[in-house]
């Protein structure tokens, strides 16, 4: 007898889920709204959220005007959340804090529109215009709810964001100077400086900025050089002053001094043609 047991408990478990998605199917081509909309929500807190999804997207427009309609929909928003549809989450959680501007789950619609973008912000190396919309979503929300529960998860959210902008912002940059576009790494890295002041990235950047500006003054035209020089001593005096104690400091120190040979040089020769 015992060598059947395990035949039995396959037997067994087989027509259970046989009986559980018969009895889901029924549940599809039912009529009955109410019947309906008691079972989502009970897969809903299962925690069975494609089943829970799929028959609210169908109860959606057949429960307008029915008071079960705002959970519904709220419910719905967040079956696509949970099932890591982040795109449909976002929008759909932004059409009921939309629709439902005053129900007592706006907030935390809001929080959950705001956290679906934050989850489909994609990695620093992509387009980051999803990046962009998400934190122009939690600004807003924080705008809107300064108490909130959620304001330290937000806030989170936001800083980490902001952390990919920077590393974009920063590896954009240093790809023009690995490239040698130096007058558009000087460019950027001008631009990296004034919207991330209190950057990580601070020292390497303004001493990348300065030997962009040396190297391009020293491939520039001769009409050009000593203009371009010029601003290279300024950028060094800049570096200096800013990260006195830089590993960088002695190659800073080169540039400089070949910096200001050159410009010297120049000078002299000026001087002599105009004599």
Aim: aromatic share 16%.
């Amino acid at each position: 007898m015992l060598s059947f047991r395990p035949a039995f408990f396959v037997l067994l478990l087989t027509t259970l889920l046989f009986s559980a998605c018969s009895g889901y199917q029924k549940l599809l081509k039912s009529t009955d709204v109410n019947k309906k909309y008691e079972a989502a929500i009970r897969y809903y807190e299962e925690g069975d959220f494609f089943k829970a999804g799929t028959l609210l997207e169908e109860l959606i427009p057949l429960l307008k005007g029915r008071p079960e309609a705002e959970k519904a929909q709220f419910y719905f928003a967040n079956t696509n959340y949970r099932q890591r549809n982040y795109t449909l989450g976002a929008y759909y959680f932004k059409n009921f804090h939309d629709t439902y501007p005053n129900s007592q789950y706006a907030e935390e619609a809001y929080f959950m529109q705001a956290k679906s973008l934050f989850k489909d912000s994609p990695s620093f190396q992509l387009d980051q215009t999803n990046t962009y919309t998400a934190l122009e979503v939690i600004q807003e929300f924080l705008r809107r709810y300064p108490e909130s529960k959620f304001r330290v998860e937000t806030e989170s959210m936001s800083q980490e964001l902001q952390k990919k902008l920077e590393n974009k912002a920063f590896l954009a940059a240093k790809l023009y100077y690995d490239l040698r576009y130096y007058q558009s790494a000087v460019t950027a890295f001008t631009g990296f400086q004034q919207g991330y002041p209190a950057s990580a990235y601070g020292e390497q950047a303004a001493f990348l900025k300065l030997s962009a500006q040396y190297d391009m003054a020293k491939e520039s035209v001769p009409e050009k050089q000593q203009e371009r020089y010029l601003e290279a001593l300024a950028f060094y005096q800049t570096f200096i002053d800013n990260f006195p104690q830089s590993k960088d400091l002695k190659s800073a120190e080169r540039m400089y001094d070949s910096a200001r040979d050159e410009v010297a040089k120049m000078k002299a020769a000026a001087t002599v043609v105009a004599k």
